[in-house]
Protein backbone atom coordinates (compact mmCIF):
# COMPACT_ATOMS: atom_id res chain seq x y z
CA UNK A 1 0.00 0.00 0.00
CA UNK A 2 1.23 3.41 -0.56
CA UNK A 3 2.32 5.65 2.50
CA UNK A 4 2.41 8.99 -0.30
CA UNK A 5 0.63 11.26 -1.60
CA UNK A 6 0.04 11.87 -5.60
CA UNK A 7 -0.92 15.52 -6.44
CA UNK A 8 -1.42 16.86 -9.91
CA UNK A 9 -1.67 19.96 -11.14
CA UNK A 10 -3.28 20.94 -14.59
CA UNK A 11 -4.45 23.53 -16.72
CA UNK A 12 -4.13 25.27 -20.12
CA UNK A 13 -1.11 27.20 -21.12
CA UNK A 14 -0.34 30.94 -18.33
CA UNK A 15 -2.57 29.84 -15.53
CA UNK A 16 -0.17 30.07 -12.82
CA UNK A 17 0.19 26.27 -12.19
CA UNK A 18 4.20 27.10 -11.75
CA UNK A 19 4.02 29.47 -9.17
CA UNK A 20 1.68 27.78 -7.04
CA UNK A 21 3.56 24.62 -7.05
CA UNK A 22 6.72 26.37 -6.18
CA UNK A 23 4.19 27.91 -3.27
CA UNK A 24 3.31 24.67 -2.01
CA UNK A 25 6.56 23.40 -2.42
CA UNK A 26 8.04 25.77 0.50
CA UNK A 27 5.05 25.12 2.31
CA UNK A 28 5.28 21.79 2.43
CA UNK A 29 8.70 21.68 3.03
CA UNK A 30 8.17 24.34 5.89
CA UNK A 31 6.75 22.19 7.38
CA UNK A 32 8.48 19.25 7.21
CA UNK A 33 7.46 17.04 4.94
CA UNK A 34 9.21 14.90 2.21
CA UNK A 35 8.14 16.73 -1.38
CA UNK A 36 9.14 15.50 -5.05
CA UNK A 37 8.51 18.22 -7.23
CA UNK A 38 7.79 16.69 -10.96
CA UNK A 39 6.88 17.91 -14.35
CA UNK A 40 4.83 16.12 -17.25
CA UNK A 41 6.54 15.63 -19.66
CA UNK A 42 9.67 15.02 -18.77
CA UNK A 43 10.78 14.40 -14.98
CA UNK A 44 13.51 11.82 -15.54
CA UNK A 45 16.55 11.57 -18.32
CA UNK A 46 14.37 9.77 -20.73
CA UNK A 47 11.82 11.44 -20.52
CA UNK A 48 13.41 14.96 -20.66
CA UNK A 49 14.79 13.71 -23.67
CA UNK A 50 11.22 12.99 -25.20
CA UNK A 51 10.19 16.78 -23.76
CA UNK A 52 12.66 18.24 -26.12
CA UNK A 53 11.46 15.82 -29.18
CA UNK A 54 7.81 16.83 -28.37
CA UNK A 55 8.40 20.53 -27.86
CA UNK A 56 11.36 22.09 -29.15
CA UNK A 57 13.32 19.70 -31.65
CA UNK A 58 13.75 21.58 -35.12
CA UNK A 59 12.60 18.06 -36.33
CA UNK A 60 9.36 17.76 -35.20
CA UNK A 61 7.47 20.01 -37.40
CA UNK A 62 4.99 16.76 -38.92
CA UNK A 63 4.36 14.90 -35.72
CA UNK A 64 1.14 13.34 -36.19
CA UNK A 65 -1.31 13.46 -33.43
CA UNK A 66 -0.78 9.39 -32.84
CA UNK A 67 2.88 9.85 -32.06
CA UNK A 68 2.43 12.90 -29.38
CA UNK A 69 0.01 10.65 -27.78
CA UNK A 70 2.63 7.66 -27.41
CA UNK A 71 5.48 9.95 -26.93
CA UNK A 72 3.76 11.60 -24.00
CA UNK A 73 3.06 8.45 -21.86
CA UNK A 74 6.24 6.54 -23.10
CA UNK A 75 7.75 9.68 -20.41
CA UNK A 76 4.99 8.86 -18.18
CA UNK A 77 5.28 5.29 -17.86
CA UNK A 78 9.18 5.78 -17.45
CA UNK A 79 8.18 8.34 -14.47
CA UNK A 80 5.73 6.11 -13.39
CA UNK A 81 8.25 3.35 -12.30
CA UNK A 82 11.52 4.96 -12.34
CA UNK A 83 10.37 8.08 -9.94
CA UNK A 84 6.72 8.06 -8.41
CA UNK A 85 5.93 4.45 -7.05
CA UNK A 86 9.22 4.27 -5.29
CA UNK A 87 8.67 7.61 -3.40
CA UNK A 88 5.00 7.01 -3.01
CA UNK A 89 6.03 3.37 -1.35
CA UNK A 90 8.91 5.30 0.30
CA UNK A 91 5.86 7.83 1.98
CA UNK A 92 6.92 11.29 0.23
CA UNK A 93 4.09 13.91 -1.46
CA UNK A 94 4.75 13.82 -4.93
CA UNK A 95 3.58 17.04 -7.10
CA UNK A 96 3.71 16.67 -10.80
CA UNK A 97 2.95 19.99 -13.25
CA UNK A 98 0.92 17.86 -15.45
CA UNK A 99 -0.36 14.18 -15.85
CA UNK A 100 -2.59 11.60 -17.19
CA UNK A 101 -5.43 14.42 -17.47
CA UNK A 102 -3.55 16.22 -19.65
CA UNK A 103 -3.31 13.91 -22.12
CA UNK A 104 -7.16 13.48 -22.09
CA UNK A 105 -7.68 17.35 -22.38
CA UNK A 106 -4.96 18.17 -24.98
CA UNK A 107 -4.29 14.89 -26.87
CA UNK A 108 -8.24 14.06 -26.75
CA UNK A 109 -9.96 16.57 -26.63
CA UNK A 110 -7.38 19.14 -28.24
CA UNK A 111 -6.10 16.82 -30.74
CA UNK A 112 -9.65 14.96 -31.35
CA UNK A 113 -7.93 11.88 -31.05
CA UNK A 114 -10.43 9.08 -29.91
CA UNK A 115 -11.06 9.52 -26.18
CA UNK A 116 -11.18 5.78 -25.51
CA UNK A 117 -8.44 5.00 -27.52
CA UNK A 118 -6.58 7.81 -25.48
CA UNK A 119 -8.02 6.17 -22.49
CA UNK A 120 -6.22 2.45 -22.96
CA UNK A 121 -3.13 4.57 -23.60
CA UNK A 122 -2.96 6.40 -20.18
CA UNK A 123 -4.18 2.68 -18.40
CA UNK A 124 -1.23 1.02 -20.05
CA UNK A 125 1.18 3.90 -19.26
CA UNK A 126 0.31 4.56 -15.48
CA UNK A 127 -1.11 0.90 -14.49
CA UNK A 128 -2.05 1.17 -10.80
CA UNK A 129 -0.77 4.87 -10.27
CA UNK A 130 -3.45 7.80 -9.86
CA UNK A 131 -3.41 11.01 -8.54
CA UNK A 132 -5.06 11.10 -5.25
CA UNK A 133 -6.18 14.69 -5.64
CA UNK A 134 -5.76 16.49 -8.78
CA UNK A 135 -6.12 20.97 -8.91
CA UNK A 136 -7.16 22.19 -11.91
CA UNK A 137 -6.08 25.84 -12.12
CA UNK A 138 -8.52 27.14 -14.74
CA UNK A 139 -8.09 31.07 -16.45
CA UNK A 140 -10.10 32.26 -19.48
CA UNK A 141 -8.83 31.89 -22.66
CA UNK A 142 -7.99 35.82 -22.98
CA UNK A 143 -5.82 35.35 -19.13
CA UNK A 144 -4.19 32.84 -20.61
CA UNK A 145 -2.99 34.08 -23.92
CA UNK A 146 -2.03 36.98 -22.35
CA UNK A 147 0.14 35.46 -19.55
CA UNK A 148 1.53 33.22 -22.61
CA UNK A 149 2.35 36.54 -24.51
CA UNK A 150 4.38 38.28 -21.51
CA UNK A 151 6.19 35.05 -20.34
CA UNK A 152 7.23 35.06 -24.40
CA UNK A 153 8.49 38.76 -24.06
CA UNK A 154 10.67 38.54 -21.00
CA UNK A 155 12.17 35.11 -21.92
CA UNK A 156 14.63 34.41 -24.53
CA UNK A 157 12.82 32.84 -27.45
CA UNK A 158 12.38 29.07 -27.09
CA UNK A 159 10.10 27.88 -30.24
CA UNK A 160 6.98 25.33 -28.76
CA UNK A 161 5.56 23.11 -31.35
CA UNK A 162 2.21 22.68 -28.93
CA UNK A 163 2.08 26.50 -28.21
CA UNK A 164 1.85 26.84 -32.29
CA UNK A 165 -1.58 25.16 -31.79
CA UNK A 166 -4.49 27.51 -32.90
CA UNK A 167 -7.13 29.10 -30.54
CA UNK A 168 -9.80 26.82 -31.18
CA UNK A 169 -7.36 23.90 -30.11
CA UNK A 170 -6.80 25.61 -26.60
CA UNK A 171 -10.82 26.32 -26.48
CA UNK A 172 -11.06 22.52 -27.08
CA UNK A 173 -8.53 21.87 -24.41
CA UNK A 174 -9.81 24.04 -21.98
CA UNK A 175 -13.18 22.40 -22.22
CA UNK A 176 -11.48 18.83 -22.26
CA UNK A 177 -10.40 20.05 -18.52
CA UNK A 178 -13.88 21.12 -17.76
CA UNK A 179 -15.06 17.81 -18.58
CA UNK A 180 -12.81 15.98 -16.72
CA UNK A 181 -13.65 18.14 -13.48
CA UNK A 182 -17.39 17.35 -14.27
CA UNK A 183 -16.73 13.69 -14.54
CA UNK A 184 -14.21 13.10 -11.36
CA UNK A 185 -15.24 15.92 -8.30
CA UNK A 186 -13.97 13.63 -5.93
CA UNK A 187 -10.51 13.87 -7.18
CA UNK A 188 -10.19 17.01 -9.85
CA UNK A 189 -10.48 20.53 -8.08
CA UNK A 190 -11.60 23.64 -10.11
CA UNK A 191 -9.86 26.73 -8.95
CA UNK A 192 -10.26 30.08 -10.34
CA UNK A 193 -6.66 30.76 -11.43
CA UNK A 194 -7.31 34.36 -12.39
CA UNK A 195 -7.83 35.76 -8.75
CA UNK A 196 -4.83 37.14 -7.22
CA UNK A 197 -1.91 34.73 -6.59
CA UNK A 198 -2.34 34.86 -2.88
CA UNK A 199 -5.92 33.64 -3.48
CA UNK A 200 -4.94 30.93 -5.03
CA UNK A 201 -2.55 29.85 -2.79
CA UNK A 202 -5.17 29.55 -0.05
CA UNK A 203 -7.63 28.35 -2.12
CA UNK A 204 -5.19 25.41 -2.60
CA UNK A 205 -3.90 25.13 0.64
CA UNK A 206 -7.45 24.79 2.47
CA UNK A 207 -8.08 21.79 0.10
CA UNK A 208 -5.03 19.82 0.44
CA UNK A 209 -4.53 20.51 4.30
CA UNK A 210 -6.97 17.72 5.47
CA UNK A 211 -5.09 15.22 3.02
CA UNK A 212 -2.40 15.34 4.79
CA UNK A 213 -2.80 14.01 8.46
CA UNK A 214 -4.29 10.90 6.76
CA UNK A 215 -1.55 10.03 4.48
CA UNK A 216 0.95 11.25 8.10
CA UNK A 217 3.53 12.93 9.12
CA UNK A 218 7.08 11.99 7.73
P1 LIG B 1 4.56 22.88 -19.88
O1 LIG B 1 5.49 22.05 -19.05
O2 LIG B 1 5.10 24.23 -20.19
O3 LIG B 1 3.15 22.87 -19.36
O4 LIG B 1 4.52 22.16 -21.32
C1 LIG B 1 4.00 20.91 -21.51
C2 LIG B 1 3.19 20.94 -22.78
O5 LIG B 1 2.83 19.61 -23.12
C3 LIG B 1 1.89 21.73 -22.65
O6 LIG B 1 1.65 22.40 -23.87
C4 LIG B 1 0.85 20.64 -22.48
C5 LIG B 1 1.42 19.48 -23.25
N1 LIG B 1 1.03 18.16 -22.80
C6 LIG B 1 0.23 17.38 -23.61
O7 LIG B 1 -0.15 17.81 -24.69
N2 LIG B 1 -0.11 16.13 -23.19
C7 LIG B 1 0.33 15.61 -22.00
O8 LIG B 1 0.00 14.47 -21.65
C8 LIG B 1 1.17 16.44 -21.17
C9 LIG B 1 1.68 15.90 -19.86
C10 LIG B 1 1.49 17.69 -21.61
Known sequence: MNKGCFITFEGTEGCGKSTQIKLLDEHLRALGHRVRLLRE???????EEIRHTLKHSHNNAAMTAEA?????????AQLVREIIRPALAAGEIVVSD???????AYQGFGRELDLDQVKAVIDFAVGEV?????????V???VSAERLRSRQSTLPFVRDRIEEADRKFFER???GFGVIAA????????INGAQSMAAVCAEIW???QPLLPKVGRW
Not at 41 to 47: D, E, F, N, V
Not at 68 to 76: K, T
Not at 130 to 138: A, E, G, K, V
Open 206 to 208: KII
Open 140 to 142: PAD
Open 173 to 175: VAH
Open 68 to 76: ELLLMNASR
Open 183 to 190: NEPQRVKF
Open 98 to 104: RFYDSTT
Open 41 to 47: PGGTLIG
Open 130 to 138: RPNLTLLLH
